[in-house]
């Protein structure tokens, strides 16, 4: 008899493209759960026994308060029975992440500096996101964050152009390490954002999170599943692209992480949330994710306690983007890791990313 295939499915919430300074929607996250559409049935109708809807959807559920109970059970069954990931991203960290990739680093690698050893680029991103407002004057360093993500999008020199002016207006010598390259328009910067298929889409970078993950996980090949939403189509395109690409190359993304190309993941098919409860289980562990996120960065109020959620993760199912000041740790963990070189890769195959 034929072995099933292993089916990992997906789901997502934040989604802003490649703006990731929306002040609505300060947090994007995915979620993969390798759980059968039986199985996650069974579970549904084990802890909503009574549910009227046509699907089981966080946003929904999370208002009433006869349900928040059954939605901390269900995520405590299924992070404890099966293999599950999600990854939690701020975005305008991952934004500052992006513009040390391009606005930044190239200027470093033309003097043959590797400005990835040992995690230094989440360092000074954690530091940038923390004093950035300060140091540069009122609202600057935002101001340039806006400009950056306008240049990778419209890649003209009248972006470009702005981006550098936009620099230059700031108080740039507080941190010249950082804004320098641009105050000198760097040309080697210029061109990596100029540099078609580079973008700020944070959907990649939570991809490759995801990936990496899925890729331990699995016994084997695999397939992936997710809803049919516009969202997802991007999420969607990039795993057609991973799937398709057959170099052999593998990359140390830090201490827990690596990537390696071929994929087992084989093939990545959209289904109708309405009829697949398994991606319903994956909408409620990305949706508390999410909502736990911004309810302790003061966004939300109400719905989970966000500490019970994210205390019912184990280590290894859990990845997030978010800013950091212990500067020792960042090191322990990113030390060894080939991000420089996996950054030029991704940049040269899938149009960029972070790492």
Not at 42 to 64: D, G, M, N, T
Not at 104 to 118: A, G, L, S
Not at 285 to 300: D, F, S, W, Y
Request: hydrophobic letters at 40%.
């Amino acid at each position: 008899m034929q072995r099933e295939m292993q089916c990992f499915h997906i789901d997502e919430s934040g989604f802003t493209g490649y703006d990731l300074l929306n002040p609505e929607q300060r947090f994007q996250g995915a979620s993969a759960v390798f759980v059968s559409d039986d199985e996650a049935a069974r579970l549904i109708k084990e802890f909503f026994p009574r549910l009227q809807a046509p699907e089981l959807k966080y946003q929904s559920l999370v208002r009433r308060q006869r349900y928040r109970k059954p939605l901390i059970e269900l995520q405590r069954a299924v992070l404890s029975q099966f293999k599950c990931t999600t990854c939690v991203a701020d975005k305008r960290f991952l934004l500052i992440l992006m513009f040390l990739d391009y606005a930044v680093e190239p200027f470093y690698f033309k003097r043959q500096i590797d400005f990835y050893e040992d995690g230094q680029n989440f360092s000074l991103a954690s530091l940038l996101w923390t004093a950035g407002p300060t140091l540069f004057g009122s609202g600057a360093f935002d101001q340039i964050l806006a400009a950056f993500q306008r240049a990778a999008k419209e890649k003209s020199p009248a972006a470009l152009g702005s981006l550098v002016e936009t620099v230059r207006a700031a108080d740039w010598n507080q941190l010249p390490g950082a804004l320098g390259p641009l105050a000198l328009a760097s040309p080697e910067c210029l061109g990596a954002i100029a540099t078609p298929g580079v973008s700020t889409d944070a959907a990649l970078v939570l991809l490759q999170a995801l990936i990496t993950r899925m890729e331990v996980q699995s016994q084997g090949r695999y397939e992936a599943r997710h809803d049919q939403s516009e969202n997802l189509r991007r999420y969607h395109e990039l795993l057609r692209r991973y799937i398709d690409h057959k170099e052999r190359v593998e990359f140390v993304h830090s201490r827990i992480a690596s990537l390696r190309f071929p994929l087992k993941l084989t093939s990545v098919v959209q289904v109708d949330s309405k009829t697949s409860p398994a991606v319903q289980i994956a909408d409620v562990l990305v949706g508390a994710a999410v909502e736990a996120a911004n309810t302790l960065a003061g966004q939300r109020q109400g719905g989970l306690d966000p500490r019970e959620v994210l205390s019912l993760y184990a280590e290894d199912q859990f990845i997030h983007y978010l800013p950091s000041n212990d500067f020792a740790e960042q090191k322990r963990l990113r030390s060894g890791s080939q991000a420089s070189e996996m950054i030029d890769y991704f940049a040269r195959h899938f149009g960029g990313g972070t790492t």
